[in-house]
């Protein structure tokens, strides 16, 4: 029996429209927001020993995870790593990142992986592997299978500036340059790898010069600022999906806390911290959308009891579920072959 | 309709048909396309399905692995290629944290069904850098299957079953093998399965366990000793992961002896594991320890040719360890 | 107890402008790898020695010229081409014992036979997995920076390994640290059979420096003097501390990969061009027209080098294989593995 790829279900041609409208514009508003409260909520939750493991905030640097994904296609592919909530806050249910996180019996994981690996295969986000940098090799790999299938779709991966110094992070953007993939790199530059400064994992302060060793498109834009992130990827999508090739984007961008909940980041300088937080990109945005009278100050309320509301009903969720039996821990191996356990 | 060809023309013949069966088989590799191949195993594929079904990669290890996973997680069936096994060392983390773990890190939702030739082996004077036997590595890897075939005939029907399985497969291939055995092949569709083993020689003496060269030159020494009234049973354990001990165990509990054949260094190998499971399941049955033959503990293989032949499991070393077993 | 470094001796920095006796010097290092070689690949023909063989014919200027005048401590990481450094730095006989592989090979004929390399040398005997050398070069850099010795390393490879993450990961590391090491990325079109135009979206390879942030350069490979013209600065740079270079050499090898490939999968056009942009003859008009170098000279600096070659492959040829059991030495300084089964 011949075997065919299914064949894609939309138009090839895309019109690149990186206008956002009015309504467009409140409801990057309402999920960058989402995001925020979403994960200032989970730090809480972590602090207060309400789920296992640990928790890897994103607070600061929602615009680079969350706009990215806006408007994407369903069969878009998003390669995220460890902190890239905002990515799920855009393409998944709330219900599905908070069982992620608290690892039972309903998270898209079954808990096998861990609490802030969040992926999701209806909205075509892979559950991340640790390994730094792993998902742009991946995401390479999804772009070359558009590309071979000539489908218009585009494969977006998130790193930080910290997984740029990683070899396969390198060879992957490398490959996406020579065959013109439809790849989105996206780095986050936050300044600091875990402990370790930006200055001590390049030779320049732009991570976009990154391109330039592979002959690729790059370029250098401030990630707290929303429709900058917007218009920056909207274009490199597009160039992406009339097979013009992959672009690479550095967002500078700060996280407000440690690299994870366990972690006081006490080695980075409290005016450091101050100076980003004063370049929160959510409050930039709300300043934006009031000031144009985008948003009203009624509206934000009810976009905040709205959010709060659902992430309320997206904690129980997750609370109300169990762990699941510890059989399952022998399933998911392969598809065809159960492992034993000898000896439990 | 089967005729002879040899095992490298079988795994050329498996990729090409399945190539033309499926259009999402796709190879990824080091001078797989215009070359062919450093060993010619994708010899005009290239010409005949274009430089996006067989891609010539830059020398990127972990991205030619790390690519053909991507590509596996929407639809496709890709098949990269290792050039040596000694190389497989920069796709390591692709290999392990990655193609390994998918199912299981997303709770079954996602796949990769993946087959990554690795070619391996020695006997063919590679020197430390082109005769590597590393399929323990991934043996400890679950998640992954290895197969490694050692006639033609698995050759081509593990090489389909590898491709059509929806989980990660390391197809290990042994250059030595590639043209010095030779076998009949069908030449429509078939597929070996992955996990059984196989009784290649009946006996009642000796169970022989091995794969890849050391089952060929198992298979010599065996039918050397028959001659001299020793009576092999001979194993092709073809697929080391997941390992088949039912058709082990069975022969073992018959025989009352196992020699375990393995070209890698003899610390921590796959015989390592198939001697544990020996013991611990049908003890009562040994009439002596089980023993294994290896390649030396140290740095796979030195080159100088007096030192490879030193190194390896030779016919005549297997034919001497068996006479020690017997005489046991 | 307390344990210091050695201190080294004071040395100082080379010196750019060559002497004439120094560019006759050279000339004679180029032309005895070219005879080295092609003779080792007659060798190779004829059965002479076991393994494969790697021919570097054509791109002698590119090893030859920047492991010329280094001081001994410097380090060279080559590659599986780079039998021009080890005509520069080891003895002759040294590099034909290890092609032979027999008991008085630098490695005792454990490794391979291309892979040169000689401890007096300061070379190390490389792995094949390409770009290998070039992370152990950074190392080897890293070192001297923290022991703030001037010394530098040389790391080689081909346009195929700049596609490896470990060559990456160890280029950017020694920018970040202006370590003291000067890549060199030779460029002869072809990495086997994959052109460069599969590894590299551009033509020039020293763009790779801009992704890391290092000063690189493109240059003529095949000009001899060119070649020194920037290797020596950039030797003198990072001696300084003032950080890595990396050097895009554009060259060619005249033969195949290996001496069993027929190198069928490139144009012979491309072959001819670039046979006759060989980069010994021009050097030897330059110096010939300068009066630098005399018929007579040039007849006696061929004669030479075939009596040392000559030495060198009888030196080889005389000696046995080591006994066996030396495979079993050299895998640990105080353990020895052992030998089951074997006789
Ligand atoms: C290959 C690998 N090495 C080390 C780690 C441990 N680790 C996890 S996150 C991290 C720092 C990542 O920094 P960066 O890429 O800048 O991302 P950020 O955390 O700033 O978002 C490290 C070292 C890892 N996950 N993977
Ligand atoms: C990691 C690794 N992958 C593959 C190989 C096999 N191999 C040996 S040389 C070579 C091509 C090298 O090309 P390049 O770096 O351009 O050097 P050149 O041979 O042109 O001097 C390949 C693929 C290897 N030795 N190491």
Same mark, same amino acid.
Not at chain 2, 158 to 180: C, G, M, T
């Given at each position: ?344 | ?150 006639? %033609?005939? =698995?050759? +081509?029907?593990? *090489? ?9 497969? /390391?197809?290990? #291939? ?67 992961? %997941?390992? =088949?001990? +039912?058709?082990? *165990? ?9 020699? /375990?054949?393995? #070209? ?65 | ?343």
């Amino acid at each position: 029996m011949k075997v065919a790829y299914e064949k894609p279900k939309v138009e090839k041609t895309i019109k690149s429209d990186l206008e956002l409208t009015n309504e467009e514009k409140k409801e990057l508003y309402a999920l960058v927001l989402k995001s925020r409260m979403f994960d200032e909520r989970f730090r809480k939750l972590f602090r207060a020993g309400r789920f296992a493991g640990t928790y890897f905030s994103g607070v600061g640097q929602e615009a680079t995870a969350v706009v990215p994904c806006y408007k994407l296609l369903p069969q878009d592919f998003v390669g995220p790593s460890h902190r890239e909530l905002g990515c799920s806050i855009a393409r998944m249910p709330l219900r599905q990142i908070a069982a992620q996180i608290y690892a039972r019996s309903h998270s898209p994981d079954k808990g096998k992986s861990h609490p802030c690996s969040y992926g999701y295969k209806p909205s075509n986000i892979i559950t991340p592997a640790f390994t730094i940098g792993a998902q742009a090799v991946l995401a390479t790999g999804v772009a070359l299978a558009f590309k071979i299938r000539k489908e218009p779709y585009v494969a977006l991966s998130f790193v930080g500036e910290g997984a740029t110094a990683h070899g396969p992070w390198y060879e992957a953007v490398n490959f996406s340059a020579v065959h013109k993939l439809p790849n989105v790199f996206v780095v986050q530059n936050n300044l600091w790898g875990e402990s370790v400064h930006a200055r001590l994992v390049a030779a320049f302060e732009d991570f976009s010069h990154r391109a330039e060793g592979v002959g690729m498109f790059g370029v250098s834009i401030d990630g707290n600022d929303v429709l900058k992130v917007w218009e920056t990827v909207a274009s490199a999508i597009a160039r992406a999906r009339h097979g013009e090739g992959p672009t690479l984007i550095e967002m500078k961008t700060y996280r407000w806390y440690g690299h994870s909940e366990i972690d006081p980041a006490d080695y980075r300088q409290p005016e450091e911290v101050e100076f980003w937080k004063k370049k929160d990109p959510i409050a930039r945005y709300e300043k934006y959308l009031l000031d144009n009278r985008l948003l009203s100050p009624e509206e934000k309320k009810r976009i905040e009891a709205k959010l709060e509301a659902e992430i309320e009903e997206a904690v129980e969720y997750a609370e109300g579920g169990e762990y699941a039996p510890a059989e399952w821990a022998l399933e998911d191996v392969y598809a065809d072959f159960k492992v034993e356990a000898p000896d439990r | 309709m089967g005729r002879v060809i040899t095992y490298i023309d079988a795994i050329t013949e498996a990729l090409d048909q399945e190539m033309a069966r499926d259009e999402r088989v796709f190879l990824i590799g080091e001078d797989i396309g215009l070359y062919g191949g450093v060993f010619k195993a994708t010899k005009g594929l290239q010409k005949k399905y274009g430089e996006y079904r067989v891609i010539d990669s830059p020398i990127s290890e972990n991205l030619i692995v790390g690519a053909g996973i991507g590509s596996a997680l929407v639809g496709m069936r890709p098949v990269p290629e290792i050039q040596f096994a000694d190389f497989v060392s920069p796709a390591m983390d692709q290999i392990v944290q990655q193609a390994a773990k998918i199912r299981y890190r997303t709770g079954g939702a996602w796949s990769v069904p993946l087959v990554v030739r690795i070619c391996c082996g020695g006997d063919v004077g590679g020197g430390l850098y082109h005769s590597q036997m590393n399929e323990a590595w991934f043996v400890h890897c679950p998640g992954l299957k290895v197969v490694m075939p050692s006639n %033609p005939h =698995d050759a +081509k029907g593990l *090489l389909l079953a590898a491709i059509r399985d929806p989980d990660p497969v /390391l197809y290990f #291939e042994h250059k030595r093998l590639y043209r010095s055995v030779k076998g009949e092949v069908p030449e429509g569709d078939y597929t070996v399965p992955i996990g059984p083993a196989e009784v290649k020689k009946t006996g009642k003496d000796i169970t022989i366990v091995a794969y890849a060269l050391m089952l060929v030159w198992g298979m010599e020494a065996a039918e050397k000793l028959e001659k001299e009234g020793i009576s092999c049973e001979v194993i092709d354990l073809k697929t080391l992961l %997941p390992i =088949d001990k +039912k058709t082990i *165990l069975e022969s073992v509990k018959k025989t009352g002896k196992a020699l /375990l054949l393995q #070209e890698a260094p003899k610390t921590a190998g796959v015989m390592a594991e198939i001697s544990a499971i020996i013991t611990e399941e049908v003890f009562d049955y040994l009439d002596a320890p089980v023993m294994r033959l290896a390649g030396l503990d140290v740095p796979p293989i030195p080159f100088a040719p007096p030192y490879e032949k030193f190194y390896l499991p030779t016919v005549d070393r297997i034919m001497k360890k068996a006479r020690q077993l017997k005489a046991y | 107890m307390k344990v210091a470094y050695e201190k080294p001796p004071s040395e100082t920095p080379s010196e750019f402008g060559l002497s004439p006796k120094e560019k006759k010097e050279l000339y004679y290092l180029l032309l005895k790898c070219r005879m080295f070689d092609e003779r080792f690949r007659k060798l190779f023909r004829a059965g002479r020695f076991a393994g494969t063989y790697f021919s570097a014919v054509g791109q002698e200027a590119t090893t030859v010229v920047p492991s010329y005048k280094l001081l001994p401590q410097d380090f060279i990481g080559p590659a599986h081409r780079e039998l021009g450094c080890n005509i520069v730095r080891s003895p002759l006989k040294v590099i034909a014992a290890q092609i032979y592989a027999r008991a008085n090979s630098p490695d005792k004929g454990l490794s391979h036979p291309c892979h040169y390399g000689y401890k007096p040398a300061n070379i190390i005997t490389p792995a094949s997995t390409v770009a290998g050398q070039s992370v152990l070069a950074v190392g080897v850099a890293l070192a001297y920076k923290i022991r703030k010795e001037p010394y530098v390393a040389l790391a080689f490879v081909g346009e195929g390994g700049t596609a490896m993450g470990p060559w990456y990961e160890a280029v950017n590391f020694a920018a970040v640290h202006k370590l003291p090491v000067v890549f060199i990325v030779q460029n002869n079109l072809w990495g086997e059979s994959v052109p460069a135009r599969l590894v590299g979206a551009f033509e020039d390879f020293s763009h790779r420096a801009d992704g890391v942030g290092m000063p690189g350069v493109s240059i003529d490979g095949n000009d001899v003097l060119k070649v020194w013209e920037t290797t020596a600065p950039a030797v003198a740079r990072a001696r300084r501390g003032e950080g890595p270079t990396l050097i895009e050499m554009k060259t060619y090898r005249w033969y195949g990969h290996s001496e069993i490939d027929p190198a069928d999968y490139r144009p012979k056009e491309e072959v001819e061009y670039w046979k006759k942009r060989d980069p010994i003859p021009a050097y030897e008009k330059y110096l010939m027209g300068n009066k630098k170098l005399t018929l007579e000279e040039k007849k006696q600096i061929e004669e030479k080098i075939d009596k040392e070659i000559d030495e060198a492959v009888e030196f080889a040829e005389a000696a046995d294989y080591g006994p066996v059991e030396w495979v079993l030495g050299d895998v640990y300084a105080d353990f020895k593995a052992d030998a089951p089964d074997r006789p």
